[in-house]
């Protein structure tokens, strides 16, 4: 149980366009999903939290506008990059969590999202 | 605000030697404390975890940590290692409250013949 699903795996795009990647919950509903980026040899930083049917939640010195967050639904939670460049490029790795009481506010991540902006 | 240090940043080991991974912590609040590995190229597959309760925990793959309150650590250890185990292993640490998890730096464990 709580597999979470990336898709896609693998993208490279051009510098100037927009890449949408999206985060499932399989097999169960999340309340709540967080997205993270990854640079190499680097640990995870925090960019966004995103519940569903409300506004993301930006980490301090995340743009909003460059990087757009939507939850539609409680299981799928899809982020944008805006207009890339070549700084973007990065492992994006998203999570989702059942609650927020005990065992719940435990976050199953996805594969993660290689993007390559040339 | 919370704050997770590894104080290792690579672990060489040999194949079937006993393995210990370290991690301190920083809070102010109530924690929740989670071991993550993360495979190359993958996202990150939950070791265990310390909600409450027992201090001693077992994970996957034959991995234990315990929580130490007065010395905030969350060490990680495996009697016998395998070349399997073989990847970067991240600590984290999130507030009862919110949920938000804040990571180590990470730790690359690399198992020897």
């Known amino acids: 149980g709580a597999v979470v699903s990336q898709h896609p795996s693998w993208v490279i795009c051009k510098s100037g366009t927009s890449v949408k990647i999206e985060c499932r919950s399989l097999?169960?509903?999340?309340?709540?999903m967080f997205w993270y980026r990854q640079f190499p040899k680097q640990s995870l930083m925090l960019m966004a939290t995103?519940?569903?049917?409300?506004?993301?939640?930006?980490e301090q010195g995340v743009e909003k506008d460059k990087f757009l967050i939507n939850h539609a639904s409680l299981t799928l939670s899809t982020l944008t990059v805006t207009s890339a460049h070549p700084e973007d490029s990065s492992f994006y790795i998203c999570?989702?969590?059942?609650?927020?009481?005990?065992?719940?506010?435990?976050?199953?991540f996805g594969p993660g999202t290689r993007l390559t902006v040339l | 605000a919370q704050s997770v240090t590894q104080l290792d940043s690579q672990v060489p080991v040999f194949e079937e030697a006993p393995v210990e991974l370290r991690c301190n912590y920083s809070?102010?609040?109530?924690?929740?404390l989670f071991w993550y590995v993360q495979y190359p190229n993958q996202g990150l597959q939950l070791l265990l975890k310390?909600?409450?309760?027992?201090?001693l925990v077992k994970g996957i793959n034959g991995f234990e940590a315990e929580f130490n309150k007065s010395q905030t650590s969350f060490h990680l250890r495996k009697p016998s290692v395998h070349i399997s185990d073989t990847a970067e292993y991240f600590c984290?640490?999130?507030?009862?409250?919110?949920?938000?998890?804040?990571f180590g730096q990470g730790t690359i464990l690399t198992v020897h013949p």
């Open positions: 999570s989702a969590r059942l609650g927020t009481s005990g065992s719940l506010n435990t976050q199953y």
């Open positions: 097999d169960f509903q999340a309340t709540t």
């Open positions: 995103s519940n569903e049917g409300s506004k993301a939640t930006y």
């Open positions: 809070s102010s609040v109530s924690v929740y």
């Open positions: 310390y909600l409450s309760g027992s201090t």
């Open positions: 984290a640490v999130s507030t009862t409250l919110y949920g938000k998890l804040t």
